[in-house]
């Protein structure tokens, strides 16, 4: 579904990503994961279409990607939630929600996935009316996986949900998007919490200091040693 | 120690965010009672007529300022256009009626007259949208836009401004009236009908503003853009469809001003200078890009100048608001009801 080919990404002069290559193939569930600063947001950001690549290739159903806006890459089926969520505060949680459905022009498909994400929510419906930026950080959290679900999304770009989130919460947050994955819905998570990733990703890539230095099947990289003394502390 | 932080903070909130408007609001009833005792009920309807208008312009101003952080300097010309796209219209109308009297003509022209305006105004600001803002955006760095923004606004100003002296010369062009007929009494003071139609141009048009940022997806997606940028583009909202929009329905707001408040200003190159002042006088006191409240704000400016006119004199009519707005900043600084434009430190 997603191919990324030997990708460079820059802000400005400052380079950031070297020679990035990933697949996602339909209906799986992907992890990416490594320390802060590593350039893990801007591979998402660049599938997304706020960032321009300056050199490789971004492939989505075949098709290339690079110079592709974020407005676009959302109409052909991608849909990011970013680290900072972007909501939009002065507006209601079910105009935040609609909003999310933007691409989508028929009214009883938004309602129906209105419904939909409410189900998955619960919360949600019941803070229906309440200002977005009156929420806390983990309702924050779920209107933005939630409204990132309203385009009816095939690819969702889940950036750091568990920031900043109470422990309890990220497990919620986490089985939300397993529940999704079961809907059909191939997921590409960005993360630091490497042991939960590896828990409930298909497989995973790891990336340091803007490069993949690993990748395979999550169950073994939960074995490998360079990630447990890296990343788990074992 | 937490609790007295987060109670002086919320009590920061509440004095910072409400009192003011409290205050303000309270101030303009009672400032209204007081000229309404001292010069009649006529003087009360006129500010809240000329005040409807100022808040048509201050709409605009802050629906610009929050969507596409420019800070309008031009918006007077679009008054000025507006004026003068009106008097074109009407003017060969009314010529024709004098020869040849129509009821039904008569009173459709004034209509006919400030519709062209709003229309042009659109059209002018899509233009200039396209061509001027579009490339600027696309040339300047993070941080720089703001300042390139303004200068062009201020740019366009003089341009329009001399441009029109140069073609149509520095001439008044004025109606002595758009619909005559007797003045209505409102509450024992005759008003004239232009003035009525001007108030519910202005509500009229506010409303059907109101409703189509709320109700509609479009609407909608302007005030994404306006709240978070990236968020609106990552719902699939395209930005250069919503700037010049947006834009064009900002000066289309300031042409239907200009054109309704014909009869008072008539048509001359630099007539857009008193009224934009003013629209961001409002815009200043009410908070940038605050739409709701630049509503009530041109409300609040018309009464006040009103009040300074009848008490202080005719000279004062631009040092009183002036020095309301700087006591208004100095205790508020982000204007009795807020500011809710994001992201201008990013740009």
Do not use: C
């Not at chain 1, 422990?167 to 998570?189: K, M, N, R, W, Y």
């Not at chain 2, 010309?77 to 009626?97: C, D, Q, R, W």
């Not at chain 2, 205790?331 to 807020?338: A, E, K, N, R, T």
Request: proline content about 4%.
């Amino acid at each position: 579904m997603l191919e990324l080919k030997n990708l460079d990404a820059s802000y400005g002069f400052l380079q950031i990503l070297w020679d990035v290559s990933l697949t996602v193939e339909d209906g799986e569930f992907i992890g990416l994961i490594g320390p802060n600063g590593a350039g893990k947001t801007t591979v998402m950001r660049t599938i997304a279409g706020l960032l321009t690549p300056m050199g490789g290739e971004v492939l989505f159903k075949s098709r290339r990607m690079n110079a592709v806006p974020a407005h676009r890459t959302t109409k052909m089926g991608i849909s990011y939630i970013s680290e900072s969520l972007n909501l939009f505060v002065d507006m209601s949680v079910r105009e935040n929600l609609l909003m999310g459905a933007y691409i989508v022009r028929d009214r009883d498909r938004q309602l129906e996935t209105l419904e939909f994400v409410y189900q998955l929510f619960p919360r949600l419906k019941e803070r229906e009316r309440q200002l977005a930026g009156t929420m806390s950080g983990g309702e924050r959290k779920m209107l933005a996986i939630a409204r990132g679900m309203m385009s009816n999304p095939q690819l969702l770009l889940v950036d750091e949900p568990s920031l900043g989130l109470a422990p309890h919460l990220v497990a919620d947050v986490f089985h939300s998007l397993q529940t999704l994955q079961e809907a059909g819905v191939t997921i590409l998570l960005v993360e630091q919490r490497v042991n939960a990733t590896l828990e409930i990703t298909d497989r995973a890539y790891v990336l340091e200091q803007g490069r993949i230095v690993m990748e395979g099947p999550s169950s073994e990289l939960m074995t490998n040693k360079h990630i447990k003394s890296a990343y788990l502390g074992i | 120690m937490q609790f007295e932080t987060s109670l002086i903070h919320s009590l920061r909130r509440a004095v910072t965010t409400r009192l003011p408007a409290t205050i303000v609001l309270l101030g303009t009833l009672v400032l209204s009672i007081v000229v309404g005792a001292a010069g009649g009920i006529a003087q009360v309807v006129n500010s809240i007529v000329t005040g409807g208008m100022w808040a048509l312009m201050a709409v605009g101003l802050a629906l610009v300022f929050g969507v596409m952080n420019v800070p309008q300097f031009a918006h007077g010309e679009s008054f000025m256009v507006g004026a003068y796209v009106a008097y074109f219209v009407f003017n060969p109308i009314h010529k024709t009626l004098q020869d040849n009297p129509d009821a039904f003509l008569a009173f459709v022209a004034p209509l006919l007259a400030i519709i062209a305006a709003g229309v042009a105004g659109f059209i002018l600001g899509l233009f200039l949208e396209k061509v001027l803002f579009y490339p600027l955006r696309l040339m300047s760095k993070a941080g720089e836009w703001v300042m390139n923004a303004f200068l062009l606004t201020v740019g366009i100003s003089f341009i329009l401004t001399n441009g029109t002296t140069l073609v149509l010369g520095a001439n008044f062009r004025g109606v002595p009236r758009y619909w005559d007929a007797e003045p209505l009494t409102i509450l024992g003071a005759p008003i004239s009908v232009d003035r009525i139609m001007a108030f519910l141009i202005a509500t009229g048009s506010i409303g059907a503003l109101w409703f189509f940022l709320r109700r509609t997806r479009t609407g909608r997606a302007i005030r994404a853009v306006s709240q978070d940028e990236i968020g609106a583009q990552m719902m699939g909202i395209n930005l250069n469809f919503i700037y010049p929009l947006t834009f064009g329905l900002a000066t289309a707001m300031a042409a239907l001003a200009g054109a309704s408040l014909l009869f008072l200003f008539q048509a001359y190159p630099t007539v857009g200078l008193n009224p934009l002042y003013l629209a961001w006088y409002v815009v200043m006191m009410a908070g940038l890009g605050n739409v709701a409240g630049a509503i009530v704000g041109g409300f609040v400016v018309g009464i006040l100048q009103t009040a300074t006119q009848q008490f202080a004199g005719v000279v004062w009519a631009d040092v009183i608001p002036t020095v309301v707005m700087i006591a208004v900043l100095l205790v508020v600084p982000s204007g009795i009801f807020g500011s809710e434009v994001k992201g201008i430190s990013e740009r």
